[in-house]
């Protein structure tokens, strides 16, 4: 179960880290409310997984979600650069996700 926590939390980093792209330097009201939201969630369960999975895994999975999730977004939305080496580097993180998950049992 905590590591569904743990992967809804990367979703909501997804989320406050594309949302500071809209918040403007935080000068628009709703959509930083959105983004605080966000932080706020999203380490309030990543605290929760960290109950029971180990600290680093936890961390490094959380951090490696919203990174993933971030950089898509950020070509999709933002015209951010999809060069291969970014998208071999965003394997790369995947892999080690999933290298996490499987050393954690």
């Known amino acids: 179960m905590n590591w569904a926590i743990l992967v809804v939390a ?31 969630i999203s380490v309030w369960l990543l605290g929760i997984a960290m109950k029971t999975l180990p600290v680093g895994t936890a961390y490094a999975v ?4 919203g990174a993933m999730g971030t950089v ?4 999709l939305l933002f015209d951010d650069p999809a060069s291969p080496l970014r998208l ?3 394997l790369l993180i995947g892999a080690g996700i999933v290298g996490l998950k499987l050393a954690s049992g």
């Open 10 to 40: 990367g979703l909501f980093e997804i989320g406050w880290a594309i949302g500071l792209k809209y918040t403007e330097g935080f000068t628009r009201l709703w959509p930083s409310v959105a983004t605080g939201l966000s932080m706020l």
């Open 62 to 65: 959380w951090v490696g979600i």
């Open 72 to 75: 898509v977004l950020g070509i």
């Open 88 to 90: 071999i580097s965003l």
